[in-house]
């Protein structure tokens, strides 16, 4: 089946650091890539997603690229934030039947970021 | 545009009482989805649901688990007779039609059994 491997956590850096967490996948087919944000007390939020291999995801300074090649889907920012403290969660959707609307996400286990000043 | 809307936010149960958990989605999505992270473990999907349809349960336990999403009205998780294991948090997430793989979730209901 499906699954989302991301590296164990926590992670702790310091303000302005570079940041990588890894994220790879086992699946059939073609899944579309996530990376949703959780800040504490609050649901998941769409950070950025790609849809095919190759494509490049990316939204308020995160980056993602879909390798095909290597199943991964890494998460990087160049220069972290406090505001950037939070667990982060890679994640794949692929349908349970063949064809139709890929609905199902399956998520890793999420990755703690904190970012010290 | 309010977002996906969960209550309530905590719930303790203990040992064989019921737990309803509900969900707005957000307005104009007509898809709604449940899932369940139990501790240390990303988000499991349960169930997907469509006004008065259910789509796709296939990740829902078969015994004591069910869910609804009538015409009127907010979604809801419904579990009987709840178990020290049920103890998760519920997150909901809706979605758009023709966008079913992009869902914005729920800040969720933490469920705790004593």
């Known amino acids: ?117 | 545009n309010a977002g996906v809307m969960q209550n309530p936010r905590h719930l303790v149960r203990r040992r064989g009482q019921e737990a309803r958990l509900r969900c707005s989605p957000m307005k104009g999505h007509s898809h709604v989805y449940w899932y369940r992270q139990l501790p240390e473990e990303g988000l499991k999907f349960m169930v997907y649901l469509q006004k008065e349809n259910i789509i796709d349960e296939s990740g829902m336990p078969k015994e004591r688990f069910s869910a609804e999403f009538p015409k009127e009205g907010p979604s809801i998780l419904r579990i009987q007779q709840v178990v020290r294991g049920d103890s998760a948090a519920y997150f909901c997430a809706s979605s758009p039609p023709g966008a079913t793989d992009t869902q914005y979730f729920g800040p969720g209901t933490r469920l705790t059994v004593l």
């Open chain 1, 1 to 117: 089946g499906n699954s989302v491997t991301q590296m164990e956590g926590p992670v702790t850096l310091s303000e302005e650091a570079f940041l990588t967490i890894n994220c790879t996948y086992t699946a059939t087919g073609y899944p579309s890539l996530f990376w949703y944000v959780q800040y504490p007390g609050e649901g998941l939020q769409l950070l950025l997603k790609a849809t095919k291999a190759d494509d490049k995801g990316s939204n308020k300074g995160f980056e993602a690229t879909y390798r095909k090649e290597t199943t991964s889907f890494h998460l990087e920012k160049g220069s972290v934030q406090v505001s950037d403290s939070a667990v982060y969660f890679c994640a794949l959707s692929r349908s349970s039947n063949s064809g139709g609307s890929n609905y199902k996400l399956t998520f890793g286990k999420g990755t703690l970021l904190t970012v010290n000043p």
